[in-house]
């Protein structure tokens, strides 16, 4: 026990150097094995009332929170990737707010990062302007002076799929993915028809490029969902989610759902464990979600008692989302008698 009680080092080994050639060393037992291996993984919980509340305190606090000092991202190219599923002028609650987005490229920047721009491979709608109008993401990305990468159209780079649970021996990844330094994920907190909840983890469907995987990303979801979602974090090796849970989305997500206000940030370096997180305040048992089934003890933590949570206590924090009848009796935290004490 005493082990569980070491520290995350953020930085230990660097993306590019482990898709350069780490990748091959530690495809036998795993990237997340490694990286999580006998460690407690901090995930951080704030309260945030609105998207023009003082989102930029909130996140500098969970920088701290989670020990991601001025110098371990000072002079790094920063990668963010937010949920662009569907644009909808009238649903925002589809995808991460543009705002959301702006305040964590503002934080990275104030923290000295040496580059930020946000990018994505959306899965549906192949005209990209058309998404960056209809999300209302472009006037921000114009405010901000933020470039945007469409990670459909970039060149690629075929790279070993570090776990190959899909079959695929390589993944071709976008050149802005393998060119940054920190990838984070910017999740919307949201239910899913097919997989059950789709937060940080399944973000990452957005990095593989449409021009080689087609719309939407056809190959991967033949292979399975479950098992795409592995292979690809443990091949991207991403370092950070940042999880809009501000205002979610209940019932039939990821598109067709109604939004759920929670007015939450979760944030954390450990995908599985901010993930399990979530699901618990979404009133959901993560241990009955099948790919978090699968990234434990592969990619990290879902269990409680290794995750140490920071900042907000989930207790009082918990509100159930409306789940599609076929998920009702599978994931939910009431179903299996793992519902923490409702807000």
């Known amino acids: 026990m005493e082990a569980?009680?070491?520290?995350?080092?953020?930085?230990?080994?660097?993306?590019?150097?482990?898709?350069?050639?780490g990748a091959l060393a530690l495809a036998g037992a795993g990237f997340g094995a490694w990286w999580w291996q006998r460690q407690i993984a901090d995930v951080f919980v704030a309260r945030a009332a609105s998207y023009e509340a003082d989102l930029g305190a909130t996140l500098a606090a969970g920088f701290a929170e989670l020990g991601l000092s001025g110098e371990w991202l000072k002079g790094k190219a920063v990668l963010l990737k937010p949920n662009l599923v569907e644009p909808s002028a009238v649903a925002p609650h589809i995808n991460t707010h543009p705002r959301f987005v702006q305040a964590v490229a503002d934080a990275f920047r104030r923290a000295g990062a040496r580059k930020v721009v946000v990018a994505e491979g959306q899965g549906h709608v192949r005209d990209t302007e058309l998404v960056l109008d209809l999300s209302g993401l472009r006037g921000i990305l114009d405010e901000?002076?933020?470039?945007?990468?469409?990670?459909?159209?970039?060149?690629?780079?075929?790279?070993?799929?570090?776990?190959?649970?899909?079959?695929?021996?390589r993944l071709y990844l976008p050149r802005a993915v393998l060119e940054a330094d920190l990838v984070v994920s910017l999740p919307k907190m949201k239910t899913h028809h097919w997989?059950?909840?789709?937060?940080?983890?399944?973000?990452?469907?957005?990095?593989?490029?449409?021009?080689?995987?087609?719309?939407?990303?056809?190959?991967?979801?033949?292979?399975?969902?479950?098992?795409?979602?592995?292979?690809?974090?443990?091949?991207?090796?991403?370092?950070l989610a940042i999880v809009d849970g501000i205002v979610g989305m209940e019932g039939d997500g990821p598109i067709m759902g109604e939004p759920k206000?929670?007015?939450?940030?979760?944030?954390?370096?450990?995908?599985?464990?901010?993930?399990?997180?979530?699901?618990?305040?979404?009133?959901?048992?993560?241990?009955?979600?099948?790919?978090?089934?699968?990234?434990?003890?592969?990619?990290?933590?879902?269990?409680?008692?290794?995750?140490?949570?920071?900042?907000e206590s989930l207790s009082g924090l918990v509100k159930p989302f409306r789940l599609l009848p076929h998920w009702e009796k599978e994931i939910s935290a009431v179903a299996s008698g793992a519902m923490l004490a409702t807000g």
């Open 4 to 21: 569980m009680t070491q520290e995350i080092q953020p930085g230990l080994l660097t993306r590019r150097n482990f898709l350069a050639g």
């Open 144 to 169: 901000a002076r933020l470039p945007f990468v469409d990670l459909n159209h970039d060149v690629v780079t075929p790279v070993p799929n570090a776990l190959g649970l899909t079959g695929h021996k």
């Open 195 to 239: 997989v059950g909840a789709t937060l940080a983890m399944k973000n990452l469907f957005g990095v593989l490029p449409g021009m080689v995987y087609g719309w939407p990303k056809t190959p991967l979801h033949q292979a399975g969902i479950e098992k795409s979602i592995l292979d690809i974090n443990a091949t991207v090796a991403p370092q």
């Open 261 to 311: 206000g929670m007015g939450l940030i979760v944030m954390g370096t450990n995908f599985p464990a901010v993930d399990a997180t979530c699901c618990r305040l979404m009133g959901i048992a993560p241990e009955r979600v099948k790919y978090l089934q699968m990234a434990a003890g592969r990619l990290g933590p879902i269990q409680e008692h290794w995750i140490r949570q920071r900042g």
